[in-house]
């Protein structure tokens, strides 16, 4: 019985003992000195975002102009070429044929005029027949020009410089007027195009647009707005020009922001924002003591960042928090 007491009464000192251990390596946060900043509402314009595509300012269906066959293609999906470049060769006999006929049927009308023109001036002829030849001779050239011309039309040249990004033909096929033979896009200035409803505001012509691409901000300019609404999906189509070098690609997808009236939100500055993977969080001082609040934000501009939740205004936000505070520690307001 006794033994029994004594080993009660060591548990409990030991239970004692190990509490007062507990209490006096307690860690006591020391005082921050912060700066802070109170938030509160402005009015800012509100943005609709709007999905928009790139595309190159030049692009073009390539088409025959007569019917040939097909003999040669020299180019591939994707190349690139110079304007100018033969990419394609056809064949039409017939008009080479045109050719030889209205070039013989010039060379014996200027044979004839200068015999007739030797025999005017010995006046065995009449000046009448010397200049209804003058004018068999214009009549031929126009002929050959056109004979000429539609030769011109067998080797189908790159209009600019860019990259082939479609291919409808192979040899041996045959072509006809208005048959597309290949697709290009060229590879100078870029614009996006989007679809805006009809019931957003009109923007003056040049009017600077912010879009979004891969996670980056661009500007671009208002360059054509077309004046009539598409009937079937009550929006109009807007075209904006990218700066040289913008880091884009042709057939990208956009985020294009457009005004849609003025709102209310909350607003704190940039520094007062700490990321923590993919967090956003920001620091309070509420009643001495700092809060870790977690937001969510949304427009970012001239150094002030939108915050959509987590904070109210009249809040007390700490600017340039760093990484060495702490949730409930102990606060100093700088003023």
């Given amino acids: 019985m006794v033994r029994s007491v004594s080993m009660g009464l060591a548990i409990l000192l030991l239970a004692g003992c190990g509490h007062q251990e507990g209490k006096d390596t307690a860690i006591v946060l020391p005082e921050a000195d912060v700066w802070t900043h109170l938030v509160g509402e402005r009015t800012h314009t509100r943005m609709q975002w709007l999905p928009g595509?790139?595309?190159?300012?030049?692009?073009?269906?390539?088409?025959a102009k007569i019917m040939?066959?097909?003999?040669?293609?020299?180019?591939?999906?994707?190349?690139?070429?110079?304007?100018?470049?033969?990419?394609?060769?056809?064949?039409?006999?017939?008009i080479d044929a045109r050719v030889e006929q209205a070039e013989a049927a010039l060379?014996?009308?200027?044979?004839?005029?200068?015999?007739?023109k030797g025999l005017l001036a010995q006046s065995a002829t009449t000046a009448e027949a010397v200049r209804t030849l003058e004018d068999r001779i214009r009549l031929a050239k126009a002929?050959?020009?056109?004979?000429?011309?539609?030769?011109?039309y067998q080797l189908i040249r790159a209009p600019f410089n860019g990259t082939v990004t479609s291919k409808k033909v192979r040899r041996g096929d045959l072509a006809t007027p208005g048959m597309v033979l290949f697709?290009?896009?060229?590879?100078?200035?870029?614009?996006?195009?989007?679809?805006?409803?009809?019931?957003?505001?009109?923007?003056?012509?040049?009017?600077?647009?912010?879009?979004?691409?891969?996670?980056?901000k661009l500007e671009s300019r208002l360059a054509e707005w077309s004046p009539a609404a598409d009937p079937a999906s009550r929006t109009r189509l807007v075209k904006l020009?990218?700066?040289?070098?913008?880091?884009?690609r042709s057939g990208q997808y956009v985020r294009v922001g457009w005004p849609a009236g003025?709102?209310?939100?909350i607003w704190i500055p940039a520094e007062a924002l700490s990321i923590h993977g993919?967090?956003?969080?920001?620091?309070?001082?509420?009643?001495?003591?700092?809060?870790?609040?977690?937001?969510?934000?949304?427009?970012?501009?001239?150094?002030?960042?939108?915050?959509l939740a987590g904070l109210k205004s009249g809040d007390q936000v700490v600017l340039s928090p760093g990484n060495q505070l702490k949730d409930g520690q102990p606060a100093k307001v700088i003023q």
């Fill in 53 to 63: 595509t790139v595309y190159p300012v030049e692009q073009a269906l390539v088409a």
């Fill in 68 to 94: 040939a066959t097909v003999e040669e293609v020299s180019f591939t999906i994707g190349q690139a070429v110079t304007a100018g470049d033969i990419l394609i060769e056809l064949r039409a006999d017939e």
């Fill in 107 to 116: 060379a014996q009308l200027e044979r004839n005029y200068e015999r007739d």
């Fill in 143 to 152: 002929e050959l020009a056109e004979a000429k011309t539609m030769e011109g």
């Fill in 183 to 216: 697709s290009i896009e060229g590879s100078g200035a870029l614009e996006i195009q989007v679809q805006v409803p009809d019931s957003l505001s009109a923007l003056p012509y040049g009017t600077v647009v912010a879009i979004e691409a891969d996670r980056q």
């Fill in 241 to 248: 020009v990218l700066p040289a070098e913008s880091p884009v």
């Fill in 262 to 265: 003025e709102t209310t939100s």
């Fill in 278 to 307: 993919q967090m956003e969080r920001v620091y309070l001082v509420e009643e001495s003591f700092l809060r870790l609040r977690m937001i969510k934000t949304g427009i970012r501009e001239a150094g002030w960042i939108q915050v």
